[in-house]
């Protein structure tokens, strides 16, 4: 007697599942060395099945049509190459706000959301104007999650590679806030002058040598110009804290992206240019990540020991 099954009949045999794909996608990346293969694998399914982000996927098991399968296949095939979920798909979520990332961008960390919370946690009345500078914005991420929690604040994002600027200028777009935010060309502060409320950093900061030995996902994929922090990692702070000292307004706040060891050698530096360390905050790794900066009480803006 022909059997069915209990939940009715089932598809042919040489159909993908979608349980299947996703176990087949999961072993490959695994065998890749993939950290979180079933995660990594899922999204990547949605994607290939063309869902937007959050929508559920099993409503029903159901087969893969022949395209979903070949995108699918051709986005694990990415990912086992060691390219992040977030820049096969293009998109990242910092601080709550959709990001599109692109080559020319740093893919934003979790991390730098301690300078956001620092910063948003420090100005009493969210509703006061604010000018704010984001120096080496990459996708924008830090300034517009600022300015997006600031409703009167304005601000810009400054950057030396042009197609960053361009992917950051988009992001303003999308998000309703580049009536607030204006993207500049510079090598650090060189095309600005002013007396800023705030200001935002999160320079490179590995050292040469430690790049090659990074996740291949960091290492082979995020553009060498966000990480290279020259041979002892500190080369872009020595640049970066003499201009914080020269376009920080006199009761301003700036905050400085550490990497993990450099919180004392970078508030020495900003010592030696009349700027006084007002706070040092752990990410959620208990690794001092955050430099907050002021004015030197007492101390005339600009003036040097
Ligand atoms: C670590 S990434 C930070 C990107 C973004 N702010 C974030 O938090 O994800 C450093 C950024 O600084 C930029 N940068 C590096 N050297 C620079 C320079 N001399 N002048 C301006 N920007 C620079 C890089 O292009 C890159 O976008």
């Known amino acids: 007697m022909p059997q069915t099954a209990p939940d009715g009949p089932r598809p042919p045999a040489d159909k993908t599942l979608l349980e299947a794909a996703l176990r087949r996608g999961q072993a490959r990346l695994r065998d890749a060395g993939v950290e979180a ?18 929508e559920p996927m099993m409503a029903g098991e159901r087969a893969l049509t022949p395209a979903e399968r070949r995108r699918f296949d051709a986005l694990i095939e990415r990912r086992c190459c060691r390219e992040p979920v977030s820049r ?67 601000g810009v994002g400054l950057d030396r590679d042009t197609a960053a600027l361009a992917a950051a200028a988009r992001n303003a777009g999308r998000l309703g806030l580049a009536g607030r935010g204006a993207f500049v060309a510079s090598d650090w502060g060189a095309a600005l002058a002013g007396n800023w409320d705030v200001i935002l950093c999160n320079p490179p900061y590995v050292r040469t040598g430690d790049i090659g ?16 922090g020259g041979s002892d990692g500190l080369e872009a702070y020595r640049r970066v804290v003499p201009e914080v000292a020269r376009l920080l307004a006199p009761d301003g706040l700036a905050a400085l992206e550490l990497g993990a060891g450099q ?15 007002r706070d040092c905050l752990p990410d959620l790794a208990g690794i001092q990540r955050c430099l907050l900066l002021g004015h030197q009480r007492g101390r005339q803006k600009g003036s040097r020991r």
């Open 213 to 228: 030995g990074l996740a291949p996902e960091v290492a082979r994929f995020e553009p060498r110009g966000a990480l290279d």
């Open 37 to 54: 293969p079933r995660g990594d694998a899922r999204l990547l399914l949605a994607a290939a099945l063309g869902l937007r982000s959050g």
């Open 263 to 277: 919180a004392a050698t970078v508030a020495g530096l900003a010592r030696d240019q009349g700027l006084e360390p």
């Open 88 to 154: 096969i798909l293009g998109r990242r979520e910092f601080w709550s706000l959709d990001l599109a990332i692109t080559p020319a961008t740093l893919d934003p960390r979790p991390d730098s959301e301690t300078l956001v919370e620092a910063v948003l946690g420090r100005i009493e009345d969210h509703d006061r104007p604010q000018w704010v500078l984001d120096l080496g914005t990459g996708s924008g991420n830090l300034l517009l999650a600022v300015l997006a929690a600031l409703p009167a604040a304005w």
